[in-house]
């Protein structure tokens, strides 16, 4: 499971640095390591990027894991190195770079927009599998989430856009139903197709979603 | 109020109606002209919901002219941009203005339309909404509240004959019977072998089935239809029969083989009516009727 990242396009980064002359950067040694998103080549990368603008990088570090407390002690470690910075570019998840915020008084800039947290199918081929919805139906749709998986979120079956297995959206990506369908069918356990799914509960954990584990 | 529309669909009749699109704009001049050409010879008329996900003129708004011309209106509601309860407040102003009969869609998906950023609504699904018009009948709303003033509505869905593969879209078809359509009318089909084929399996309901005709107005429109369009397979006899016309004919073809199809489908009493999508060319609507022997 990794979170999903994508490197903003440079004129983003660019003009959110507007007025910041000197700039940390921070990669993440995980997630976006694995996606070829902040780890310490693309940091590398982005620093000569920002040079060439007329940056100038005072320092930059790839944290083991950025959206872990332990960040503190990066942050510490680096101190001088970010009170000589105007501002933090992170090359993490959004979970990071809200981490660091917390640890820095410098303000912190997104270098890359969060898309969803993926699993790896194939070496380098993310999938977005869980919406986080709260309300878990897998059991009865055969381990495949359709409000994940359908583009609609349907959840009482295909809509009429389906076509020999794919999806009206992109024909390059399979329809949600039709796996459900094929995998209920292989279990003889179509009958769960059949079962109404009522209107789903979107308030099952109210916004901003917190628990607490005693 | 019953419906007159649920009135003719019980009448043993065989039932036409057709559809017409709001503008993209406030120029109703056009979608006006076809519901004037439209409502005294079909039983009844759809109004399309942001067809294709483009913004246009509403649905509801279509539907009340009809009503103010005299016509029976089809209010078709998608799922895809509103949630559940300006679904259920809209269901509650067609029900005051004798809007009596609606189509429960899913709806297009965002992507193909022209607001290409929008959020997809999708609160709830064409079932769902069905159960809704339901249980709004009962005097009851979705949050478990009465209401003052029920509503009442002949209410229908979609279904997919050709589509691949069929059967989950005939296990969704029998849970929208379940949920509460009372008719179906279905995505264009030219096939009328396989057609009849899905009959004998929905013969067995207490559902209307109106079969969908897309009138062809080229070969060209034809292969690309069967090309790209989800649960649409127009056979090769008849792309070739349209493109054995020379190019200004073809429309012609086009309404022929519509109308012959309308008259197959009645001779052989092989479902309870046809809706006919003309698709922008709406002024031929009584040209195929006529080639079909209305």
């Known amino acids: 499971m990794k979170s999903i990242t994508r490197q903003k396009p440079f004129e983003e980064i660019k003009q959110q640095l507007d007025g910041f002359d000197r700039v940390f950067i921070i990669g993440c040694g995980t997630c976006t390591t694995m996606t070829k998103t902040g780890g310490i080549e693309q940091v590398l990368e982005m620093k000569s990027q920002l040079q060439e603008i007329d940056k100038l990088v005072s320092g930059w570090t790839v944290i083991p894991i950025a959206c872990d407390e332990m960040s503190e002690v990066a942050m510490k470690e680096n101190d001088r190195a970010i009170q000589n910075s105007n501002c933090a570019l992170i090359m993490s998840c959004a979970l990071g770079v809200h981490r660091i915020s917390t640890y820095i008084d410098r303000p912190v800039i997104p270098a890359l927009d969060t898309l969803f947290i993926g699993v790896e199918d194939t070496p380098g081929y993310f999938r977005e599998v869980c919406a986080q919805c709260g309300q878990c139906i897998i059991g009865e749709t055969a381990g495949i989430c359709p409000i994940t998986a359908c583009h609609k979120g349907l959840v009482n079956g295909p809509c009429g856009g389906t076509n020999n297995g794919k999806c009206e959206v992109d024909k390059e990506k399979d329809c949600a139903w039709t796996l459900i369908y094929e995998r209920l069918k292989a279990q003889k356990r179509l009958d769960l197709m059949r079962k109404y799914q009522p209107p789903h509960n979107f308030q099952a954990s109210p916004r901003p979603r917190t628990v607490k584990i005693s | 109020m019953v419906s007159s529309f649920k009135e003719v669909l019980n009448s043993g009749k065989f039932v036409i109606t057709s559809e017409v699109a709001p503008p993209k704009g406030t120029n109703l001049e056009k979608t006006l002209h076809h519901i004037e050409l439209l409502k005294d010879k079909v039983d009844a008329i759809n109004v399309t919901d942001h067809q294709s996900s483009v913004m246009r003129f509403p649905s509801i708004g279509g539907c009340l002219a009809i009503k103010e011309m005299g016509g029976e209106p089809i209010l078709q509601m998608t799922c895809r941009d509103r949630n559940r309860l300006a679904l259920q407040a809209e269901l509650l102003l067609a029900s005051t203005r004798g809007i009596n009969n609606v189509l429960c869609l899913t709806g ?30 009962s005097g009851q709303d979705l949050g478990g509240n ?6 009442e509505f002949c209410a229908g869905a979609t279904v997919t004959p050709e589509a691949q593969p069929l059967e989950p879209q005939i296990i969704k078809f029998e849970k929208k019977i379940e949920a509460g359509a009372e008719f179906f009318q279905t995505q264009g089909i030219y096939d009328l072998d396989n057609f009849t084929k899905f009959m004998e399996h929905a013969r067995q309901f207490p559902v209307k089935i109106l079969a969908g005709i897309i009138l062809l107005s080229s070969a060209r429109m034809a292969k690309f239809m069967t090309a790209n369009v989800p649960g649409i397979f127009v056979p090769q006899s008849i792309i070739d029969e349209l493109a054995a016309m020379p190019k200004e004919e073809m429309l012609n073809k086009g309404i022929e083989i519509a109308g012959r ?5 009645k001779k052989g009493s092989i479902c309870d009516g046809v809706h006919i999508m003309a698709i922008g060319k709406e002024e031929v609507v009584p040209d195929i009727l006529a080639a079909a022997g209305f």
Not at chain 2, 113 to 137: I, W, Y
């Open chain 2, 108 to 137: 297009d998906a965002i992507p193909v339309g022209d607001h290409k950023e929008a959020k997809g609504v999708f609160d709830l699904d064409s079932l769902q909404l069905l159960k809704t018009v339901r249980l709004m009948e």
């Open chain 2, 261 to 265: 199809m309308i008259a197959a489908l």
């Open chain 2, 146 to 151: 009465d209401l003052d003033g029920a509503v």
